[in-house]
Nanobody, 122 residues
Framework: QLQASGGGLVQAGGSLRLSCAASGRTFSSYVMGWFRQAPGKEREFVVAIGRSGGTTYPVDSMRGRFTISRDNAKSTVYLQMNTLKPEDTAVYYC?????????????????WGQGTQVTVSS
């Protein structure tokens, strides 16, 4: 089970840190990813991190602004979002995959959190 938190309302240029806590004792064996879905749009990949935390794949529009990290001891993955823009407004979802490497494809993620709303005002 995945529980996302940390969303909220922030002004453009601000920052938020999302957290996703996982239950169970096998967190370190999963690739973790963040996705988002804006109103009226399809869900899109944000970034993913490998099992040991050594690999991330931010999409170009978020590279340099969004950073993913994980703490396997706490079974938690984080998404640090800086310099937020109104177009970053969306529901953000964390997801877990037993795929061997991080993937941008949502179909390889077996477990999903409930989502946390991020709203960026202009």
């Amino acid at each position: 089970q995945l529980q996302a938190s940390g969303g909220g309302l922030v002004q453009a240029g601000g920052s938020l840190r999302l957290s996703c806590a996982a239950s169970g004792r096998t967190f370190s064996s999963y690739v973790m990813g963040w996705f988002r879905q804006a109103p009226g749009k399809e869900r899109e990949f944000v970034v993913a991190i490998g099992r040991s935390g050594g690999t991330t794949y931010p999409v170009d529009s978020m590279r340099g602004r969004f950073t993913i990290s994980r703490d396997n001891a706490k079974s938690t993955v984080y998404l640090q979002m800086n310099t937020l823009k109104p177009e970053d407004t969306a529901v953000y979802y964390c997801a877990a995959s037993d795929y061997p490497i991080p993937s941008t494809a949502d179909r390889v993620y077996q477990y999903w959190g409930q989502g946390t709303q991020v709203t960026v005002s202009s």
